[in-house]
C-alpha cells in the first residue's frame, strides 16, 4: 500500500511532464522513506519540511509523526500555519514547545548558536520518537543548505538525525516543483529562518526583540512585500526587500516609519542592497 502511494504521486509528477532525473530523486526519497520503517518527520511548515513529511505520510502512513517545535525563536503563526496544511494533507500532527532562550549559547546569540539551537530541538524530538516507538527522525536540509553557513548541520550528524531530501539529491527549486506539482499549497512559501538571524551576532536575545522584531516584519508583509527582513543593529531597524521591491517600502515611507518607530525602533532604514539570505553571516568563516 505504501508503495503504492509513492507510484500514484510518481504517476502524477510523470503527467505533468516532470522530467526523468527529478522523477528519479522522488523515488529515491521514497526509497528511503520505506526504508525508515517509522519516523518522526521534523515539520516546521516550510516548503522543505512539508514536502518531507507529506512524502514520509504516503510512504510511512501513521508509522509517521510530524512535529513543529514552537520556540520564541519562530513567529507566533508558524505553528498555526504548519497546523493548517497538516490538517489540509492530513498529516498526523503534534506541537512541542521548547524553551531553548534557557539555554546561555542559544540567548547570548554566538555564531553556533544554530548548532546548540538545533541539538536541543533535535534531542526533544528524538526523544519523542523513542517515547512513542518512532525509529528514526528526519529533518528538512537539501542540497542547497550545504553551500550555505549552517551550524545546526553538526546537530543534525551527532543526533544521528536523516536528511532524506538531502540524500535524494534534491535543490530547493526543485522540492518547490515537486510540490506544486503534486498541489501542495505551500509550494511558494517564502523561507523563514528563525527569528534570531535578525540581530547581530553576540546580542543577547529576549522574547520581548523577538517579538517586536516579528511584529515589525508582519507589519511589512501586509504591504504586499512575501519576503522581508527586518535587522536590528542597536535602537536601528534596517529593512532587507527585493530589490525590484524596494519601491514599495518607499511608497508606504511615513506609515513604515511611523509602525516601526511605535514598535520601539528610533532609527528607521532601508538597505539599498536588497534582501540577501543570511546576510547576518557575510564575513564569517564557513
Same mark, same amino acid.
Given at each position: ?31 528511503? !522513506?520505506? @526504508?525508515?520503517?517509522? $519516523? =518522526?518527520?521534523?515539520? #516546521?511548515?516550510?516548503?522543505? &519540511?512539508?514536502?518531507?513529511?507529506? *512524502? %514520509?505520510?504516503?510512504? !510511512?502512513? @501513521?508509522?509517521?509523526? $510530524? =512535529?513543529?517545535?514552537? #520556540?520564541?525563536?519562530?513567529? &507566533?503563526?508558524?505553528?498555526?500555519? *504548519? %497546523? ?203
Amino acid at each position: 500500500m505504501a508503495q503504492a502511494r509513492i507510484d500514484e504521486a510518481r504517476r502524477t509528477l510523470e503527467a505533468a511532464g516532470v522530467g526523468p532525473e527529478l522523477l528519479s530523486k522522488w523515488d529515491r526519497l521514497g526509497s528511503l !522513506l520505506l @526504508e525508515c520503517g517509522s $519516523a =518522526v518527520v521534523a515539520y #516546521s511548515g516550510g516548503v522543505d &519540511s512539508s514536502l518531507l513529511a507529506y *512524502a %514520509a505520510h504516503l510512504a !510511512l502512513g @501513521e508509522r509517521m509523526l $510530524a =512535529v513543529t517545535i514552537h #520556540s520564541p525563536l519562530e513567529p &507566533s503563526d508558524s505553528a498555526d500555519q *504548519a %497546523a493548517a496544511f497538516a490538517c489540509q494533507v492530513g498529516l498526523p500532527h503534534e506541537v512541542i514547545s521548547v524553551p531553548v532562550l534557557d539555554q546561555d549559547n542559544v540567548r547570548g546569540n554566538p555564531p553556533d548558536r544554530c548548532y546548540h539551537c538545533k541539538k536541543a530541538i533535535l534531542g526533544q524530538l528524538h526523544s519523542t520518537a523513542r517515547e512513542r516507538g518512532f525509529s528514526t527522525v528526519v529533518e528538512g536540509q537539501n542540497v542547497d543548505d550545504v553551500g550555505a553557513y549552517r551550524p545546526g548541520r553538526q546537530a543534525v550528524t551527532e543526533t544521528a538525525t536523516l536528511s532524506p531530501l538531502l540524500a535524494s539529491g534534491l535543490t530547493k527549486s526543485e522540492i518547490r516543483l515537486l510540490a506544486r506539482t503534486l498541489g501542495l499549497t505551500v509550494w511558494d512559501r517564502p523561507s523563514a529562518p528563525c527569528l534570531a538571524t535578525r540581530f547581530p551576532y553576540g546580542t543577547e536575545l529576549s522574547q520581548e526583540a523577538l517579538q517586536r522584531v516579528a511584529a515589525a516584519e508582519s507589519y511589512l508583509r501586509s504591504l504586499g512585500l512575501a519576503t522581508v527582513r527586518v535587522r536590528v543593529d542597536g535602537e536601528t531597524a534596517r529593512i532587507e526587500a527585493p530589490v525590484d521591491q524596494l519601491d514599495r517600502v518607499l511608497l508606504h515611507r511615513e506609515d513604515v516609519a511611523a509602525r516601526l518607530t511605535e514598535l520601539g525602533y528610533h532609527y528607521v532604514t532601508l538597505d539599498l542592497r536588497g534582501y540577501r539570505s543570511g546576510s547576518r553571516d557575510e564575513g564569517l568563516v564557513k
